[in-house]
């Protein structure tokens, strides 16, 4: 097989964790006989100091002739007093508007050998594997008017929460589909008692329910999910929620492992390439330290393969190979208990490579899919 993967390394850490899972493609394709063509582009706050722009067409126009995209991160203090319009975050918004990446796809996933970085009690967080679906492309991320404006003799902004309901359904109709594959249950997250857009998102829901009798849909309330979130995190299996409540449940689901800088994601379109990122931002105060966590990127990656291009026995071998590093001990300074002691992130990628190569698990994920 051969695929061209975008890859946009970005701001701050970004860059170095998206070596890491470059590093990490590679290794496996040459494992496993395929060849991944990898083509880099700017985005972010160096797009902004090269091209005057957060996202180039240039880039734009490398990720929608790839097959795959790959993003690290972006933004910074640099940039922090930069107009709205040209913020490195802008760059983020356009490429997912332009894509049509309609939903973002995290897993969370418990790790028993970092549960003690994790700040719940064991009994509370394991087992948990769960995966937050949020919508990207509407809500009050993208909807106008938004803008400052001059009302009553004072200053005044207003921002403007907008869904047609084609955009809700489909991303509903996503994560029944996700839940069919795995434990049968959605809970859809609204604000239904104040909202009116929520309101069509639980109506939109109960329709789509009706086209899988096998999945169970329960409604939340955001306020609620919150809390549930962190006092019963195992009841959850695929959680469904619109563009800002996603982006704050999810990162709050982060946590539930100890550390942003475990969780990969996945941002899906109907027709185009999908991208790849961790859900950490670029960590200015660590960059160019050698201290950051690449899992969430690497495992970015798998998903890449899995995803992108059906090859489950590669993801599953980077997945392996990752859970074996950590069962073994370990750490960058974010999964680190105190006073334990750390590894690098060029260690921990160069120890995932090691465990990816070995003979004997490779044999043995390769029988199970053969």
Known sequence: MEK????LPGDGVGKEVTRGAVSILEAAGELFGHKFHFSYGAIGGEAIDDHGTPLPEHTLNLCKTSDAVLLGAVGGPKWDRLPGHIRPEKGLLKIRKELGLYANVRPVQYYSSISGVSPLRKDVVEGVDMVV?????????????SERTFQKGEAAAVDTLFYQKKEIER?????FELASTRKGKVTSVDKANVLESSRMWRETAE???KEYPGVQLEHMLVDNAAMQLIKNPRQFDVLVTENMFGDILSDEASVLTGSLGMLPSAS???EGPYLYEPIHGSAPDIAGMDAANPIAMILSAAMMLRMSFGLYAEA????NAVKQVL???SRTRDIALFGSGTVSTSAMIEEIKAALLDNEAIYNIMGAYA
């Open 268 to 270: 899906v379109s109907e």
């Open 4 to 7: 061209r993967i975008a890859v």
């Open 207 to 209: 329709e789509v329910a």
């Open 171 to 175: 991303v509903i109709r996503y994560a």
């Open 327 to 329: 069962d073994a001990g």
């Open 133 to 145: 679906v949020r919508e990207l492309t509407g809500g009050l991320y993208f909807g106008k008017p």
């Open 316 to 319: 599953e071998a980077i997945e």
